[in-house]
């Protein structure tokens, strides 16, 4: 009974809980994770509704396409234990992985994996619910390497949370996850040419420090918010820069961040048709006794190897993802179907349990 920790993960969709359409739409936006938050998109005055329309959406819709996260309130908050019984007890066998906020340390960690391991045995959950972490204060950043090794079984991915975490630093920024042309150097003076201003990344140093422990853990480092949705090349410039350190996905605030996010996190076809010739060139040359051989002017061994294995395997979630997309039937007709707001929930046995229907791609 694991989590699974190579979930695909690309695109994660955020939904406020309190939002009822866009709760009804996610599912079939194209998102590999639909996370339903409960905590920073919802008011305090509506957050309790936001509770009972989770619930009510995990329990009546359809989530056998993308993988299912909910965002519980800080554990700083009175709303936080309520979000973590109450969706657990009730939909907790619709549910992959708890994101908890502002992750400070290790405690954080266990407070909600105690808490999941006494829900689950009590309502009878056949899956182990995962756990992933925003990374978003600078004592979280100072913490993050006890944060990645504080439970094992359910830890799944770390998210870097930039707007929190920016507020945590005081740091100097105009957008959500962009680029701020006062984090920059000019070339020195010089009386014959006219001084040229080079940008620089502030959030290089948060983005990097995430991917390396992740990485030593056996975590997903994935990317937050980019707050401007009107701007795709900001935010195809800011998938990029995480994908280059190594991160998997990104966040989408919006449903149009979604093809973006997939597009920049799926391999394209001419870096797999050069790793295929990675992958044959070096058994080749394994054939041969070689551990190493020269492909198109250019030394390969055994860590072009690795790296070719990596992308190969992301490569194959992602067919199996397609595939089981494809394979599944299309939903029952509800006619004029809308996700209930009222209290009373629909009995246990009126929709089948995650376990029964078409798995997400691991």
Known sequence: MTPKKTRLHRSELAVPGSNVQMLEKAPTLGADIVMLDLEDAVAPDDKEQARVNVIDALRELDWSAPSVSVRINGLDTHYCYRDIVDVVEQAGDQIDAIVIPKASG??????VATLLSQIEPAVGLQRKIGLTVLIETAIGMVNVDEIARACPERMEAMIFGVADYAASVQARTTSIGGVDESYSVLTNADEAAERERHWGDQW????????????????RPIDGPFGDFTDPEGYLSAARRAAALGYEGKWAIHPAQIELANEVFTPDEHLVEKTRAIIAAMNDAAAEGKGAVSLNGRLIDAASIRMAENLLAKLEQIERRDTEEMAISEPPHRPEFAISSATAKRPPSATPS???QASPAP
Do not use: E, K, M, Q
């Open 106 to 111: 290790a405690g954080d960690v266990h407070l």
């Open 204 to 219: 290089h140093y948060p983005l990097a420090r995430i991917a390396v422990t992740c990485r030593a853990h056996g975590l």
């Open 354 to 356: 995650r376990s029964s």
